[in-house]
């Protein structure tokens, strides 16, 4: 270690196979005075596939302790060593530990660099055949279903490719929530076991997944989902202004600010939508046909 303040580094890691880690990584973990990685025991069996050892100090870095141990780390930085951060796979801060030592390093003005690696939202995103100009990361969904469905109905709108994480047992859940809320004939792609023995790639409409997750699914997910289309004028039939109501109104907004908020975003007069609500609610409450 030198008097001067030290260096952040976050090392990307390989998302499956060993071969995809960066040139850099191997160097930075061999020089690297403090090693803070979310799985020690992980760290190790990566450091033994790379055939190389860690001479600093090697300290668990993972969502139970990061409040912890952020302010031991960045000790360590303003005394001037050089902390690499590596998680289980891919990037640091990305549904990773990570922000947290970040944010607290620059606040202290300490240089923050890092080694690119393999990501499994950019993976997905290329591999799922969908528009990639513009896209957003949703990360994880909540684990109960009426809060990830209240995420949903907020993204409903949402024109952009979209990138999720989820839990293999929670898929099917997630799948059909996502075409109760989006449609189910919303383009999508669930990616699994990327770049491992087992990579598997199942694209098609929401509705269609949600069926081929029912029988369940194993290893690690990532869901892309295509945006909402870009309607003009007389895209959309009445059935969709009222869904797209609908789901405005179960995320909190009052109907008459929903109508409002469709209308716009369809190009189309208030009245148009208003009256296809009206008829869809006169539609229920009428008697069924004998």
């Known amino acids: 270690?030198?008097?001067?303040?030290?260096?952040?580094?976050?090392?990307?890691?390989?998302?499956?196979?060993?071969a995809d880690a960066p040139p850099r990584l191997a160097a930075e973990l061999e020089r690297a005075d403090v090693v803070a990685a979310e799985d020690t025991r992980r760290l190790r069996r990566l450091t033994q596939a790379l055939g190389i050892h860690t001479s600093g100090r090697v300290v668990s870095y993972f969502e139970g302790n990061e409040s912890a141990r952020t302010p031991e780390l960045v000790e360590a930085l303003s005394g001037g060593a050089r902390v690499l951060l590596v998680t289980d796979a891919g990037m640091p801060s990305v549904s990773d530990p990570g922000y947290r030592l970040v944010a607290a390093a620059v606040e202290r003005d300490i240089r923050v660099t890092a080694v690119?690696?393999?990501?499994?939202?950019?993976?997905?995103?290329?591999?799922?055949?969908?528009?990639?100009?513009?896209?957003?990361?949703?990360?994880?969904?909540?684990?109960?279903?009426?809060?990830?469905?209240?995420?949903?109905?907020?993204?409903?709108?949402?024109?952009r490719t979209m990138v999720f994480f989820e839990a293999p047992h929670r898929l099917d859940d997630t799948l059909a929530a996502m075409a109760e809320v989006f449609g189910a004939e919303r383009r999508a792609a669930v990616c699994r076991e990327l770049t491992k023995t087992y990579e598997e790639v199942k694209r098609?409409?929401?509705?269609?997944?949600?069926?081929?997750?029912?029988?369940?699914?194993?290893?690690?997910?990532?869901?892309?989902?295509?945006?909402?289309?870009?309607?003009?004028?007389?895209?959309?039939?009445?059935?969709?202004?009222?869904?797209?109501?609908?789901?405005?109104?179960?995320?909190?907004?009052?109907?008459?600010?929903?109508?409002?908020?469709?209308?716009?975003?369809?190009?189309?007069?208030?009245?148009?939508?208003?009256?296809?609500?009206?008829?869809?609610?006169?539609?229920?409450?009428?008697?069924?046909?004998?």
Not at 2 to 16: E, Y
Not at 262 to 290: Q, T
Request: charged residues 30%; negative net charge.
């Open 1 to 18: 270690m030198t008097g001067t303040t030290g260096t952040l580094v976050l090392a990307g890691t390989p998302i499956g196979d060993v």
């Open 204 to 290: 098609g409409p929401l509705g269609e997944l949600a069926v081929w997750a029912a029988d369940g699914v194993r290893g690690e997910i990532t869901v892309v989902v295509e945006g909402a289309a870009d309607a003009g004028p007389g895209d959309l039939d009445a059935e969709e202004l009222v869904r797209r109501v609908r789901v405005r109104e179960e995320a909190g907004e009052r109907r008459k600010e929903a109508i409002a908020a469709v209308a716009a975003d369809a190009g189309l007069p208030k009245r148009e939508v208003f009256d296809a609500v009206v008829a869809a609610k006169n539609a229920e409450k009428a008697p069924p046909k004998l």
């Open 116 to 159: 690119p690696g393999p990501s499994a939202v950019l993976t997905a995103l290329a591999l799922s055949g969908l528009p990639v100009d513009r896209f957003c990361f949703e990360g994880f969904l909540p684990r109960k279903a009426g809060e990830r469905l209240s995420r949903l109905r907020e993204n409903a709108d949402e024109r």
